[in-house]
């Protein structure tokens, strides 16, 4: 086992790690930008380095300086958390080549799965059920060619990359040529590359997210599925396990496919495959996440499994000690993303120092964040401040604790979106469970607010 671990990351992401180390016993190491110096990740880990300025190009996406502050460390290993270069496939590489272990599947692994359209040829040869489409179009003309074979409505999206960026929807033919163009604009800035492909726009689909955990010795197994269905232009707000949706006949073969395309690409760590379902319970994959989900709380609430502590074991070459046979799901759990943004003024980010915080408590109620009284939430990275965790025994019970949760979050001095959350858990088509990614557009419009 590693002895000491340095994580690339901040904010949340960083302290969980953190914490899955202390309980290991092993020694963690910070990086933090100048913006962050006062950061709680700072404070917990047993060493800290400033890797450069606010802007993430010149700290958390900055390799040489993270690598030079494991060398200098003597860090064995780096955990990249989640975003930043968690699926950076060059990053991966360096460590390897500088003798330090990258916590996350081999970089050819990032490569192909971070190529959304080598991704779709690898799960289709493969038997993976994929999203009618196209490959990479090479022009407005071409895009036309294809669009018409698709059919509208349809998606451009960027071949890099994700968090929903180079990503157009498409309803008619005049709408392609600009769209077009500002996906492809979008992506170059965005990934460094401005290859975009095409599939085919489902509409009132269920997104579900299977977990997968793979070692170094061919043992795979998933972790069932996670509903991610409530989300803003591609960008969860909620998400729940099991999925009310899916039936014991459908879990099963989402878990068979899942652990196909995992060994289809050789797959290490932990990994998630999303896919979208429709009302007949037709599965498409989307893509493959060679990293943590932001989302993966509600997993180990259900399993039991510690994702994290799991991730550095088979880093550190320990074969998992349980079979898919073993894997046990028990109640039900839910997340909030707890944003520091205002969702009734066109949810315009708010950075601020925090005047006063309660978080929740209670049986089965988590808070996983790197805020506290004092602190000031800078205005250079994400707006997600926490993540809010209950679990119980049923949906209904695993509502109603997050109401209560949600009631008792108190987070002064900046604007978060927990009056939004509780429309969202208190609207019919969340209660049902059928609520589709197209739901929040329709409670928005409903309150007169926009995407």
């Known amino acids: 086992m590693f002895s000491k671990i340095l994580i690339a990351n901040r904010g949340e992401i960083a302290v969980r790690v953190i914490r899955a180390?202390?309980?290991?016993?092993?020694?963690?190491?910070?990086?933090?930008?100048?913006?962050?110096?006062?950061?709680?990740?700072?404070?917990?880990?047993?060493?800290?380095?400033?890797i450069g300025k606010a802007l993430p190009k010149d700290s958390y996406l900055n390799i040489n300086n993270i690598i030079t502050a494991a060398l200098v460390s003597k860090a064995e290993a780096i955990h990249p958390g989640y975003g930043f270069l968690a699926e950076n496939a060059e990053f991966a590489r360096i460590c390897g080549e500088n003798k330090i272990i990258f916590i996350g599947p081999k970089s050819e692994t990032i490569s192909s799965m971070g190529d959304k359209d080598m991704a779709r040829k690898t799960m289709e040869k493969a038997g993976v059920p994929i999203i009618p489409g196209c490959e990479l179009v090479e022009s407005v003309e071409h895009a036309k060619k294809e669009a018409e074979r698709i059919g509208f409505?349809?998606?451009?999206?960027?071949?890099?990359?994700?968090?929903?960026?180079?990503?157009?929807?498409?309803?008619?033919?005049?709408?392609?040529?600009?769209?077009?163009?500002?996906?492809?604009?979008?992506?170059q800035n965005a990934f460094n590359d401005g290859s975009v492909y095409m599939e085919k726009y489902l509409t009132e689909v269920k997104h579900i997210e299977m977990q997968v955990l793979a070692d170094n010795f061919g043992n795979v197994v998933c972790l069932g599925e996670r509903d991610c269905s409530m989300?803003?232009?591609?960008?969860?707000?909620?998400?729940?396990?099991?999925?009310?949706?899916?039936?014991?006949?459908?879990?099963?073969?989402?878990?068979?496919?899942?652990?196909?395309?995992?060994?289809?690409?050789?797959?290490?760590?932990?990994?998630?495959?999303?896919?979208?379902?429709?009302?007949?319970?037709?599965?498409?994959?989307?893509?493959?996440?060679?990293?943590?989900?932001?989302?993966?709380?509600?997993?180990?609430?259900?399993?039991?499994?510690?994702?994290?502590?799991?991730?550095?074991?088979?880093?550190?070459?320990?074969?998992?000690?349980?079979s898919q046979d073993e894997i046990k799901f028990d109640g039900h759990a839910i997340e909030c993303r707890v944003c520091a943004e205002n969702p009734y003024m066109g949810f315009r980010p708010s950075a601020g120092k925090i005047t006063m915080l309660h978080t929740p408590g209670g049986p089965w109620v988590r808070f996983d964040s790197a805020i506290y009284h004092g602190y000031f939430i800078p205005p250079f990275y994400d707006s997600m401040i926490g993540k809010l965790i209950v679990a119980a025994r049923t949906r209904n019970e695993a509502i109603r604790k997050m109401k209560a949760a949600l009631c008792e979050l108190i987070i002064e001095g900046v604007e978060h979106n927990s009056d939004l959350q509780m429309d969202i858990l208190a609207c019919d088509e969340f209660d049902s469970g059928l609520h589709t990614t197209a739901s929040l557009t329709r409670l928005l419009s409903d309150k007169g607010l926009n995407l």
């Open 153 to 187: 409505p349809l998606l451009i999206k960027a071949r890099a990359g994700g968090g929903g960026r180079g990503i157009r929807l498409i309803n008619t033919p005049d709408e392609l040529e600009n769209n077009y163009h500002s996906a492809v604009s979008e992506a």
């Open 21 to 50: 180390c202390k309980e290991m016993g092993i020694s963690t190491v910070a990086v933090f930008s100048e913006a962050d110096k006062d950061a709680l990740h700072v404070s917990l880990a047993d060493e800290s380095f400033c």
């Open 231 to 322: 989300q803003r232009k591609n960008q969860k707000l909620i998400e729940e396990s099991p999925s009310p949706f899916v039936s014991d006949e459908l879990r099963q073969a989402m878990i068979s496919m899942a652990i196909k395309a995992s060994k289809a690409v050789d797959y290490r760590g932990a990994g998630t495959i999303e896919c979208l379902c429709d009302k007949d319970g037709n599965f498409y994959f989307m893509e493959m996440n060679t990293r943590l989900q932001v989302e993966h709380p509600v997993t180990e609430m259900v399993t039991g499994i510690d994702l994290v502590k799991w991730q550095i074991r088979i880093a550190a070459n320990v074969a998992l000690d349980f």
